[in-house]
């Protein structure tokens, strides 16, 4: 079965560091584009990063310079390492799988970052 | 980025026609055709609609249409049923080689 399996989320203080992590099964994350999008209670979606299969990366100006989006082929898992985390950064933050560009066919369930103190 | 403009509310009555536009700049919508729909139901992940302005993945049914002038995409939903109400929002490809979404629709079926 193609899915996808968010995890990492949780609270952390403004300023801290987060790690999430998106487990990819039935097929092979780097021979395909994947993204990261996020979604703030109650908001619409949000476009934060982008991995081409070649390796470019490409982040919202909301989050670049902060967040890295990455992928460990031998895992088959895509990344997204969050620094300096603001309060606005709060939302469900989902990994997608892109089949043409601009278009994603497969998403996780969403993980839950909450940035309070 | 500025976020893709689309109408906050539409409604529509069981069997009717409805339409959502999304309205964006020659740097996205109007520049490439690479426009996509998602559905997205209250609680769930979003699924693909329709992908490069008017295709339909295998399994949407072909109520959902997708058509394109100049800045401005739409989405039609014909045949309206209740299933149908949910969020949908746009997307589109840019020319800094990022992705944009519009600020989603909410549509009710009356």
């Known amino acids: 079965e193609v899915q996808l399996v968010e995890s990492g989320g949780g609270l952390i203080q403004p300023g801290g560091s987060l790690r999430l992590s998106c487990a990819a099964s039935?097929?092979?994350?780097?021979?395909?584009?994947m993204s990261w999008v996020r979604q703030a209670p109650g908001k619409g979606l949000e476009w934060v990063s982008v991995?081409?299969?070649?390796?470019?990366?490409y982040y919202a100006d909301s989050v670049k310079g902060r967040f890295t989006i990455s992928r460990d082929n031998s895992k088959n898992t895509l990344y997204l390492r969050m620094n300096s985390l603001r309060a606005e950064d709060t939302a469900v933050y989902y990994c997608a799988r892109g089949i043409v560009v601009g278009a994603f066919d497969i998403w996780g369930q969403g993980t839950m970052v909450t940035v309070s103190s | 980025q500025s976020a893709l403009t689309q109408p906050a509310s539409v409604s529509g009555s069981p069997g009717q026609s409805i339409t959502i536009s999304c309205t964006g700049t020659s740097s996205d919508v109007g520049g490439y055709n690479y426009v996509s729909w998602y559905q997205q139901h209250p609680g769930k992940a979003p699924k693909l609609m329709i992908y490069e302005v008017s295709n339909r993945p295998s399994g949407v049914s072909n109520r959902f249409s997708g058509s394109k002038s100049g800045n401005t995409a739409s989405l039609t939903i014909s045949g309206l049923q209740a299933e149908d109400e949910a969020d949908y929002y746009c997307?589109?490809?840019?020319?800094?080689?990022?992705?944009?979404f519009g600020g989603g629709t909410k549509l009710t079926v009356l």
């Open positions: 991995i081409y299969s070649g390796g470019s990366t």
């Open positions: 997307s589109s490809y840019t020319s800094s080689s990022r992705g944009v």
């Open positions: 039935g097929f092979t994350v780097s021979s395909n584009y």
